[in-house]
């Protein structure tokens, strides 16, 4: 972290300043020019307030020249993580491909998904059990019968299951599920990520509506620092003053995200635009900007769908977007 010293500072406060520096355990180092005095802090600056110190009367500016993110951070751990479930991969050399219903409605309809994508090659199955609706009125998901109903769809086609946890208390629940999701209007419950953090068990973190990306790279932390280090991150949209589709799909997400961190980054094309038709372009430009993979919402009668019909593929079309993303998982030197 660097300071930039106001001209008016006096010696007294200055030193009071210091002082205050190597209280936090920090070392001030000082570089006076002619007209201005930066000082430098020197240590772990990840637990100070950035604006606490630039509330000071002498400071003028505070500047982080290091991320306040550690496990997460590409520097401190150069190499991809690669998270490995039930035979499944998703990180570097693979494009892993989650596809499922919005939300599992039945056995027959979660049965028929999951077999229908297992054979267009997706690598798990996604389905939401406890939905997060805006409406206390919209079917809120089968719960617990939800996630037996996964399980059952896992034994008839062998595909991993991916399911979204909205309260602590339902982590009982989860255990035998193969990954966890947490859901955007989610990503900064601090209580939920730190419990999370002690499961030995993956987490698909999806980015909040309205969070930036160090914000969801320092939700990431809260799990990898409580001992998980098998996060995945994922970019569904952010509200914009774009109406046009339900979110904006923010694709510069993915190169930032895998530049400055390890962790596997997947994009959630179908709640990023809301629209069935446009899913299919925006999972390739996905995979052209680097996705480790995507989170495609499937239903065998999205007209019939309790929920995200609008932009859910017919399996037909699902298997057609998978053979249309096969060359480009060739060209991008990935297995699908
Ligand atoms: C979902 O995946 O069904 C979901 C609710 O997504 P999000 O949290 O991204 O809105
Ligand atoms: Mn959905």
């Keep these: 972290m660097v300071v930039i010293v106001k001209q008016t500072a006096t010696k007294a406060q200055l030193d009071s300043f210091l002082q205050w520096v190597y209280e936090k355990g920090l070392k001030p180092h000082l570089s006076e020019g002619a007209g201005t005095t930066i000082i430098g802090l020197i240590g772990d600056t990840s637990k100070l307030d950035e604006n606490l110190v630039r509330s000071m009367p002498i400071v003028e500016d505070v500047k982080r020249v290091s991320e306040p993110y550690k496990r997460t951070n590409r520097k401190l751990h150069p190499d991809d993580t690669l998270v490995s479930v039930g035979g499944a991969v998703i990180g570097e050399g693979h494009l892993t491909v989650i596809a ?18 297992k ?107 409580g001992g998980n280090p098998n996060v995945i991150l994922c970019e569904r949209g952010i509200r914009t003053y774009e109406t046009a589709t339900r979110n904006t799909l923010d694709l510069s997400a993915v190169p930032f995200l895998k530049s400055r961190s390890h962790l596997p980054v997947v994009v959630d094309p179908s709640h990023a635009c809301g629209i069935a038709w446009m899913v299919p372009a925006l999972a390739k430009a996905a995979v052209a900007v680097g996705a480790d993979g995507l989170l495609i919402e499937v239903h065998n009668q999205p007209e019939k769908a309790l929920s995200d019909g609008a932009q859910s593929l017919r399996p037909d079309e699902f298997a057609r977007l998978m053979e249309q993303l096969r060359p480009l998982a060739e060209l991008a030197g990935k297995k699908m």
Excluded: W
Aim: aromatic content about 4%.
């Design 100 to 117: 499922g219903p919005c939300s599992v409605e039945c056995e027959e309809q979660i049965v028929e998904v999951a077999k229908a994508v």
């Design 119 to 225: 054979a267009a090659g997706a690598a798990m199955l996604r389905g939401g059990a406890f939905k997060p609706r805006t409406s206390p009125y919209a079917f809120q998901g089968l719960r617990a019968e939800g996630i037996e109903l996964l399980k059952k769809a896992r034994e008839a086609t062998g595909l991993p299951i991916v399911t979204e946890i909205m309260n602590i208390e339902h982590i009982p629940l989860f255990e035998d599920v193969d990954i966890i999701q947490v859901g955007a209007r989610n990503m900064q419950n601090f209580e939920l990520l730190k419990e999370l953090g002690h499961l030995n068990k993956p987490v698909l973190l999806k980015r909040g509506l309205a969070n930036t990306l160090e914000e969801l790279l320092m939700s990431a932390e809260y799990i990898v620092a």
